[in-house]
């Protein structure tokens, strides 16, 4: 699935960055009915890992209350160059994967 | 024996009343404070919830409950000795209390995570962080929500 990524190209050794993560994906609460009044399955993203360079930095788990096409923002600071590898997963065996490279000075 | 009136209404009234207890029941759509409170000590555990040091920033009206902004700050200078390890966030009165949790480490360099959830009625919403000292602290936000989230019917 698709997923927009905003990680700083570049940063000096020690900065504080921002990463904004945002997914695209229903997050169908389960408490929805349809007009016939069956009841909608919930089909959500239950967990969103962030790793850098191999080290978990940042891991949230998510809930029916969090919105449709979740987005989450937090920060890291900027050890080295490398690689931070996202991972979503969720109902019905979902799984997302992204990644983005960083170059530190 | 003819039946009176007065029988009837109060036969009609105890059959509409067992009637109607059942599909309440059935539907508890709303989280309660007691469901918030469950869900929070599940989290916390028998600790101490201090007011402070989280910054809970959230509209205090929203127009649309399917996606509300929000971030949460915590005041802490995130070093290996004192950081925050988590952020949960709950709320009242949606079908279920949570709506996240965050974990964080010393390398977050700053305590702050931002999201956008959803709002099914004009709520309470909390935030509690756990610090490296297993202390927490709280900060709360009424929120009025003028077209709820989640229960509507599907088109």
Same mark, same amino acid.
């Given at each position: 699935m698709a997923a927009l990524i905003n990680v700083p190209?570049?940063?000096?050794?020690?900065?504080v960055i921002e990463i904004r993560t945002l997914t695209s994906h229903i997050m169908e609460t389960g408490f929805r009915h349809t007009a016939d009044g069956k009841l909608v399955p919930r089909d959500i993203i239950t967990s969103f890992t962030c790793r850098y360079n191999g *080290?978990?930095? $940042?891991?949230?788990?998510? &809930?029916?209350?969090?919105?449709?096409n979740p987005y989450l923002s937090f920060f890291t600071v900027a050890k080295e160059s490398g690689k931070f590898e996202f991972e979503w997963s969720g109902d019905n065996g979902y799984s997302s994967t992204a990644s983005a490279s960083i170059t530190v000075e | 024996m003819p039946t009176?009136?007065?029988? $009837?209404?109060? @036969?009609?009234?105890?059959? *509409?009343?067992a009637g109607t207890i059942p599909i309440v029941t059935l539907r508890p759509l709303e989280a309660t404070p007691a469901m918030l409170n469950t869900?929070?000590?599940?989290?916390?555990?028998?600790?101490?919830?201090? *007011?402070?040091?989280?910054?809970?920033?959230?509209?205090? @009206?929203?127009?649309?409950?399917?996606?509300v902004p929000m971030t949460v700050s915590v005041a802490s200078p995130m070093t290996a000795t004192d950081y925050v390890k988590s952020?949960?966030?709950?709320?009242?009165?949606?079908?279920?209390?949570?709506?996240?949790? $965050?974990? @964080?480490?010393?390398?977050s360099g700053r305590a702050q995570v931002s999201t956008r959830i959803r709002l099914a009625d004009t709520q309470k919403v909390v935030a509690i962080a756990? @610090?490296?000292?297993?202390? &927490?602290?709280?900060?709360?936000?009424?929120?009025?929500?003028t077209l709820a989230a989640c229960t509507e019917e599907m088109n």
């Open positions: 190209a570049k940063a000096k050794r020690g900065d *080290t978990e930095i $940042f891991r949230a788990d998510l &809930f029916p209350a969090i919105a449709a | 009176t009136r007065r029988q $009837f209404l109060s @036969l009609a009234g105890g059959v *509409t009343a869900a929070i000590r599940n989290v916390v555990g028998e600790a101490q919830i201090r *007011t402070g040091r989280v910054k809970l920033d959230i509209p205090p @009206l929203v127009e649309n409950g399917n996606t952020i949960h966030v709950f709320n009242e009165k949606n079908p279920q209390p949570n709506i996240g949790n $965050f974990h @964080l480490s010393p390398s756990r @610090l490296s000292d297993d202390t &927490f602290w709280q900060a709360m936000a009424d929120v009025v929500v």
